[in-house]
């Protein structure tokens, strides 16, 4: 029987999402408990690969068990049992030729960015750049990076396809700067890489010419440091 469970989290006290060996990771968290109250051997497999220091809005995994539990019953168990920095939101018991990962058609990140005064209660959860961004600057720049590229760049993971097509919007709400990227997957870094080089461009330390030269030359040496993790949310999967 295989459950697919919906979950929200503050990722600030977390080593990402995968699990790892001696890390406080949230899939990690969820074996750890699901397997006691299974008392069999579980392992989830999680929507995407969030890195340490960021959040989700919404995530799934899904696991594979030869006991049939309650939904009500397991989230209320499951809730009770977490850390108070996840919250199960919804299982559902699904066919199992559904994969939480390989059948996601899309996924919505959003960055925050607060433009406004330093905000310390928020500095886990928005970079604190604190200061105007040109946002007519901005739009060429989503307008250059948007759509399909390889994007070999923005990454130093190692993958046999670097070719992403991804849309990149934004809006400016209460002096936040909420930029959101849409596609059907993501690199590793990517997001952040993508972002850290818009801050360049906004301080002028990068000319938006140089934007075409860095998609040529597929070489992660032409940008600068990713953007600070906990800006970053997965917003939204849809299957």
Do not use: W
């Amino acid at each position: 029987m295989r459950y697919l469970v919906k979950i929200s989290y503050d990722g600030s006290g977390f080593f990402g999402s995968q699990k790892q060996k001696d890390k406080r990771t949230i899939l990690g968290t969820f074996d750890k408990i699901l397997t006691k109250i299974f008392n069999e051997n579980i392992k989830s497999i999680g929507c995407s690969r969030t890195d340490k220091g960021v959040h989700a809005n919404e995530f799934y995994f899904h696991f594979d068990s030869s006991k049939e539990k309650d939904k009500k019953k397991l989230k209320i168990s499951l809730n009770k049992l977490i850390p108070k920095d996840i919250f199960v939101d919804e299982i559902f018991i699904i066919k199992e030729d559904l994969h939480a990962r390989h059948s996601v058609k899309e996924k919505e990140y959003v960055y925050l960015i607060n433009l406004g005064k330093y905000n310390p209660c928020m500095a886990n959860y928005v970079y604190q750049y604190n200061r105007d961004f040109d946002l007519i600057k901005l739009k060429k720049a989503l307008k250059l990076l948007s759509g399909e590229h390889d994007f070999k760049s923005f990454t130093s993971g190692k993958y046999d396809n670097y070719i992403r097509n991804v849309d990149i919007t934004f809006k400016v709400k209460n002096n936040i700067l909420i930029i959101k990227f849409v596609s059907s997957g993501f690199l590793r870094y990517m997001i952040r890489n993508i972002v850290g080089l818009l801050l360049d461009i906004n301080d002028g330390k990068v000319n938006l010419k140089n934007i075409d030269n860095i998609f040529k030359l597929k070489n992660r040496q032409l940008i600068g440091k990713p953007a600070f993790p906990g800006g970053l949310y997965l917003n939204k999967i849809t299957y």
